[in-house]
C-alpha cells in the first residue's frame, strides 16, 4: 500500500517511527516476555515506563519544578468540570475568553458550578475568526482564574500570545497545539489537553498543574476528580491508561531527536506557511476565515468557493491518499489538520492537489 497522509484532527496522525517501534515490541516488551497492554501498572516495568514518560515530557516542555504533571482520562471534555471543582477555591467569578466552540463548552461546564461565568472577551462580533487584543478584555481581578482555549481545533484560530493575567492563575485548553511550539509553563497555573490531538492515542489527558494551587477542590469532588489526590498517587489512584502512557512516552523521545520544541515549531511554521499560501494564492477558488494574525498552525479550514464541488473534493483527495479532510459537521468546507506528526511531505502533496483540482474544476 503506498504511504497515506491523515489530516484527521483527531485522533490523529502519529509519527511513523513511534509506530514501527511499538509494533516492534508489542508482544514482547524490552525482553519483558509481555506486551505493555498486558502489564501491572504497579509492576517495575511500566512504573518505569510512567516515570520515563513523565520526565521526557518535562525535559521537552521545560516544566519547571512546582509543577505536577497528571496522566488522567475523560478527556480534555472532563478537564471542563474538573477545573472549576478544583480551582474555584472559594472565589466567586472565573473569566472565560471565547474565542469559539471549544471555549463555548469549556464555559458551559462551568456554569454549573455555583460561580459566575464571566465572558472576559469574546470574537463571536467577528464570526470567531479572531482573538480578542489583550487591552480589550474586561477582567475580574478577583476571578478564580482565567480560561483560554490556545488554538480553536474547528474554527482554526490560535492564540499568537500568552495572556498575562498578574496573581490571576491561567488556565488553558491547549489540546490541539499542545507540544507544537514553545511555551513558558511558569506563566500558566495550569495546563491540559487530551493527547489524541498532537501527543498519542485517545484515552490519555494530560494536566499539568502549579502546586500552590492543589488541596482546595470544593466539597463533594469525586476521589477521582481530585487533583491533589491524583498528584499525590502519581497518577496511579486506579489504573491509568496504561498503553497510550507508553505510546505518548514514546513521542516525547521522538520530539527530542526531531531537536526539542523549537526544531518543531519550525517546521510547523513551514507547513501552515505553505498550505495558507496555497489558499491565499487560489484566486478566491479556495478561503480561510480566520484572519490573518489568529491563524492556527495546527488546524486550517478553508471552504470551496462552490461548495457544490465539496464532495468531489473529498473522493478526488482520497484516491490520491490524503485522508479526513472533510470539515467538523459544525462548520462545513474542509479541514487539514498537520500536527507534529505530520511531514512536509503530506502538506506538499495536499497542496498539489488543491492545485490541480482547481485547475479541474475553476
Ligand atoms: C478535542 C478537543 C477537546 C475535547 O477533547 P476530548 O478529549 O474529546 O474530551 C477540547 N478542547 C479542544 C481544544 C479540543 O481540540
Not at 484532527?9 to 502519529?14: C, I, Q
Not at 462551568?110 to 480578542?132: L, W
Not at 480560561?147 to 488553558?172: A, I, Q
Not at 490519555?204 to 498528584?231: H, N, S, W
Request: net charge neutral.
Amino acid at each position: 500500500m503506498s504511504p497515506v497522509f491523515n489530516f484527521s484532527a483527531g485522533p490523529a496522525v502519529l509519527p511513523r517511527e513511534v509506530l514501527l517501534e511499538v509494533q516492534n515490541e508489542l508482544l514482547n516488551w524490552h525482553g519483558s516476555g509481555m506486551s505493555v497492554m498486558e502489564m501491572s501498572h504497579r509492576g517495575k516495568e511500566f512504573m518505569q515506563i510512567a516515570a520515563e514518560a513523565e520526565e521526557d515530557l518535562r525535559a521537552v516542555m521545560g516544566i519547571p519544578s512546582g509543577y505536577k504533571v497528571l496522566f488522567l482520562q475523560g478527556g480534555a471534555t472532563a478537564q471542563f468540570a474538573m477545573v472549576p471543582m478544583n480551582l474555584i477555591r472559594g472565589r466567586s467569578s472565573i473569566d472565560f475568553i471565547d474565542t469559539g466552540h471549544w471555549s463555548k463548552l469549556a464555559m458551559k461546564e462551568a456554569r454549573k458550578f455555583n460561580v459566575a461565568v464571566r465572558v472576559a472577551a469574546s470574537a463571536e462580533d467577528r464570526g470567531y475568526s479572531y482573538v480578542p487584543a489583550e487591552e480589550t478584555w474586561q477582567r475580574d481581578p478577583d476571578a478564580a482564574y482565567l480560561h483560554y482555549t490556545s488554538n480553536e481545533t474547528l474554527g482554526g484560530v490560535e492564540f499568537p500570545f500568552v495572556p498575562s493575567t498578574g496573581d490571576v492563575p491561567l488556565v488553558c485548553d491547549m489540546s490541539s497545539n499542545f507540544l507544537s511550539r514553545p511555551v513558558d509553563v511558569s506563566k500558566f497555573g495550569l495546563i491540559y489537553g487530551g493527547a489524541q490531538k498532537n501527543i498519542g492515542p485517545a484515552g490519555l489527558t494530560i494536566v499539568i498543574v502549579r502546586e500552590d494551587l492543589l488541596g482546595q477542590a470544593l466539597p463533594g469532588t469525586p476521589t477521582m476528580f481530585d487533583y491533589k489526590i491524583q498528584a499525590e498517587g502519581d497518577s496511579m489512584y486506579n489504573t491509568p491508561p496504561t498503553f497510550a502512557i507508553y505510546v505518548a512516552g514514546l513521542v516525547f523521545k521522538w520530539m527530542q531527536r526531531q531537536g526539542g520544541l523549537k526544531a518543531i515549531e519550525q517546521r510547523n511554521i513551514e507547513k501552515a506557511a505553505l498550505l495558507y499560501e496555497t489558499i491565499d494564492t487560489s484566486a478566491g477558488f479556495y478561503a480561510c476565515p480566520v484572519e490573518k494574525p489568529f491563524r492556527s498552525r495546527m488546524n486550517v479550514p478553508f471552504r470551496l468557493a462552490d461548495p457544490a464541488l465539496d464532495e468531489a473534493f473529498v473522493k478526488e483527495a482520497r484516491a490520491r491518499n490524503l485522508l479526513q479532510l472533510k470539515g467538523h459537521r459544525a462548520m462545513g468546507g474542509m479541514r487539514a489538520s498537520i500536527y507534529n506528526a505530520m511531514p512536509l511531505e503530506g502538506v506538499k502533496a495536499l497542496t498539489v492537489f488543491m492545485q490541480d483540482f482547481a485547475r479541474s474544476h475553476g
